[in-house]
């Protein structure tokens, strides 16, 4: 009798606190920069947002949205800061023209080398903590930042043969607002803004010619290469950081356990992420090599290094446009040093 007693009041218990964790469970809706159906929304749908349900016994879900859902991919930051999205894993650099400093952040074209690099500055060198400072400045603390980093170095789209800095004379090619579109000015472009979500039909109506668009896997994916039949790749300008911002409230509602399992899966998603996009732009790269109908060009050693020259004199010139855009700056230019990208 005692033994049916206890194992009673055991499975009252097990209830109610199961009970009590559905009740506190809480599924995150985010706002991503892809749009449905590219391979980066469907690797984080199908993959990855389940996992953080599992990680925590369903306490904490996500469900990520593609760009534009719920608002224009420029206004998920006031969109997150006043909880009509609990957060957003946009790219930075679509916020420039808040502050210069986001462009710095967003994306140092031409600036690394690899996909880790800018991930090690974002989350270990001083790039989250400025993010952070950006936030707290432009919504009065209401925003929390989580992470910072790219997944790929981007491929470069074009309709038209691009083989030399000297090419890009005339060439509309779309970018970013910011710090990337001014080193596509300087080096003879003409940047026209335009969202990821709108760059095949301008290039298939010939609105640009060339597009910053994304990592070769992802343009394969969004049909890019039936009308672009001149990538260059690798790329040679562009890791757009994304960012992982969530409702300050929220955050703090996640509890310490919470909040530890939502660093963790991002850490992990975005790791996994950039593995795979590597062996699949890898792959894609050598099948277009392959075929024939696709020329996959590779800028020479020379030829990227007079684009770098070019994005460096744009970095600084940015710089000098707010506090907060210097002191960005100086992180990146503190960890290059440090890690050999840029002499002492």
Known sequence: MKLFTAVAATAVALTMAFGAVTADAKKLKVQASSKSGDW??????????????????????????????????????????????????????????????????????AGYDTVDQVRTFCMHAGGKEILQKLYDKY?????????CGP?????FVSTIPINTV??????????????????????????????????????????????DASAHVNNNASGMYKVAKFPIYPGIHSMAVLQ?????????NLGPEGQTALEVWYGSAYDAMRREADLQDRAIAAEQRAGGDITVIDWTTEERAKFREIAVEAWYDFADKSPLAKEALDAHINYMKQVGLLKE
Not at 139 to 147: A, S
Not at 151 to 155: G, N
Not at 244 to 252: G, L, Y
């Open 40 to 109: 980066a929304h469907r690797f984080m749908t199908d993959d990855w947002a389940p996992k953080l349900g599992a990680m925590t016994g369903g306490t904490v879900e996500i469900d990520v949205l593609p760009t534009k859902a719920v608002v224009p991919h420029r206004e998920t930051i006031d969109a997150v800061a006043n909880g009509i999205l609990d957060g957003d894993l946009n790219a930075v650099s679509y916020f420039s023209g808040r502050d210069p400093a986001f462009a710095i952040i967003g994306d140092l074209i």
């Open 139 to 147: 919504t009065k603390g209401k925003v929390h930042v989580v992470g």
């Open 151 to 155: 997944y790929a170095k981007e491929a």
């Open 166 to 211: 000297a090419d890009m004379a005339g060439v509309k090619v779309r970018s970013p607002e910011g710090l990337a579109a001014e080193v596509f000015k300087r080096a003879g472009a003409a940047p026209v803004s335009l969202p990821f979500s709108e760059v095949y039909t301008a290039l298939e109506k010939g609105v640009i010619d060339a597009a």
């Open 244 to 252: 992982f911002i969530v409702n300050k409230k929220v955050w703090d």
